[in-house]
Each structure stands twice: as C-alpha cells, then as structure tokens.
C-alpha cells in the first residue's frame, strides 16, 4: 500500500478553493489527489501519470469522491502543451510528489527494487525503448560512471562500473539481484556495512532509464509560467538532485537579478514575480509510520503578480 508524504502539509499549503483548478503532476495511486479532489467541488482536477497499472488504480479512486477530474497519461514535460489542448491558461495550484511510489517499488517484476529479484526494467513508462537491462549491459564504461556519479553521488563508481563490464562481458547481467551481487563484490566490506551498497546505483540507473531530472526541471519551469497570480506551487522531493533543481529554480524566480540587487530603489514591474513561502520537513511521527517519508522534503512558491 502507498502511504502518501507530507499529504496534510502538502494540501494546506496548496490554499484550495471550492472552484480551484488544479494539477496533480504526478497522480500515482491517488492519495493527493483524492484529497485534493475532496476540497474542490466546482473545481477541476488534472492529474498526469504515464503508468497504467497507477491511473487504472487512481481512476477508480477519484471516481468514487466525484467527476471533476482528468486523468492524462502523458509525461509531465508536456505540461503546457495538454493543458493548451484542454483550452486551460493558468491553475490555482500544481503538486508534484517525486520519486517512485510503493506499489511500484513492490511490485517485483517492475525491478525497481534492489531487496527483491526481478528483471533489470525500471520503466515508469512501460512503452519507454530505454530499460534499466539496456543501460548495465550496453552503456560505455565512461558512461556508467558518469550517471552513477552525477544521479547516484556514488563515491565508488568506478570499481562498480568496472565490475559490471567484466563480468557483463562474460554473461549479460539480467536481474536485479544478480546486479547487487555485481555491486557488492566491487566495494569494500566496510561500505557495505554502512548502508545497502547497491541504493545509489539504483537510483541513478531509475533516474537515467526515465531522464527523471532534465523533465523535472523542464516541466518545473512550465508550471511556473502557468500559475495564477495567489496559486501556490508544491514539490515533494526525496533525493538531494531533485531537491537542488527545485531550490535552484525557485530562487531564480524569487529573487532580483544581480545587476538589480545594488539599485537604491527597483521599479515594481521588476520586482521578482513569486515568492518563496517554506520548506517543509516529515515530523518524527510521519517517519516512523512511513520510513520513506525519511528523506523527503516539501518546498512551496507562491506566484504574486504577472
């Protein structure tokens, strides 16, 4: 079962109206948008999601609180675009809740898992051509210890990498737990002590299959564009990278830019256009009802005027 993060700080700070129209960029099983659903009864509700298994689930979930919703199977880079074909110029609010959710992590044969044995997928999108197999068993050497160091901040990377080519040149490697074993022969016993050698590669092999951080930043930046003067936007992420693009992007469109910053006075139509309004940590009693809650964060912007 999926226990949604920061689901009652996430809906506050969404400031919901009855008649809000709203966009859930990343529906999964329907835990922020049910409740997000619940609170706008003369509202509309789009919620983007490219797994089926996921929106078959949340279909019948919304279904049972009310109609006022859309669900688009679409990645959420193409944001603006279907949001332009359903005539809609701007929303009251957008959420994003990153990362993968638990049915997908405990379905074993989606191979997202690193404590259960499946075939090497990955795919958030299940027609995706690029799967987790194809980037172990052909990715260049250099190539897989640029992603294990960029998207995993693996300090081994590159005794990892060379493991996987020796021993892939010799069968391929075809599941997740034969790709472990791979991981935890190449570090030293010590590191495997510390924490599950094989989380940061994984990561960062989810993150290259569905190019997870580029269409964040590129959707993060849509969603921007199309907030309402008073709309708020939400994002919950769970690893350093996205959090570093969100706090990133943020601050760009909060603050002054530099050549202004030493002006004694800044004309109003050059004041930043949104303000940044908290960031917001899980409370010790949601991380021991849901360890992954652990590493999450929640950061919030507000877009002020035009």
Request: net charge neutral; charged share 30%.
């Amino acid at each position: 079962m999926h226990i949604s993060v920061l689901l009652t700080e996430t809906i506050n700070y969404l400031n919901l109206k009855e008649n809000s129209i709203v966009i859930d960029c990343t529906l999964g099983y329907g835990g922020h948008s049910s409740e997000i659903l619940k609170r706008i009864p003369k509202g509309k509700l789009y919620a983007f999601d490219q797994d089926e298994d996921a929106i078959k689930s949340s279909n019948e979930r919304l279904g049972n609180i009310s109609s006022n919703y859309e669900i688009i199977k679409s990645n959420f880079k193409n944001l603006e675009l279907e949001m332009k074909k359903r005539n809609i110029e701007h929303a009251d609010a957008i959420m994003y809740d990153l990362g993968v959710s638990s049915p997908q992590l405990d379905e074993t044969e989606r191979g997202f898992s690193f404590h259960k044995d499946a075939t090497l997928d990955m795919r958030m999108d299940k027609s995706n051509s690029l799967s987790a197999y194809k980037v172990v068993n052909e990715y260049t050497f250099e190539q897989l210890v640029k992603i294990f160091r960029e998207y995993g901040e693996e300090k081994y990377a590159s005794s990892i990498a060379k493991k996987i080519i020796d021993t892939r040149n010799l069968k391929p490697i075809e599941t997740t737990l034969e790709l472990v074993d791979v991981i935890k022969s190449a570090v030293p016993y010590k590191y495997k002590q510390e924490k599950h050698p094989a989380r940061k590669i994984f990561q960062a092999i989810r993150i290259e299959v569905n190019n997870e951080l580029e269409v964040f930043e590129e959707s993060l930046k849509q969603a921007l564009n199309l907030i309402d003067v008073g709309g708020r936007i939400c994002v919950i992420t769970f690893h350093s990278l996205e959090d570093k693009i969100c706090k990133q992007i943020f601050k760009e469109y909060s603050s002054l830019p530099k050549e202004l910053e030493k002006l004694p006075m800044v004309p109003d139509n050059l004041q930043p256009k949104f303000k940044i309004i908290d960031c917001i940590y899980p409370t010790d009693d949601e991380i021991k009802r849901n360890s992954r809650s652990r590493s999450s964060k929640l950061r919030i912007i507000e877009r002020i005027k035009w």
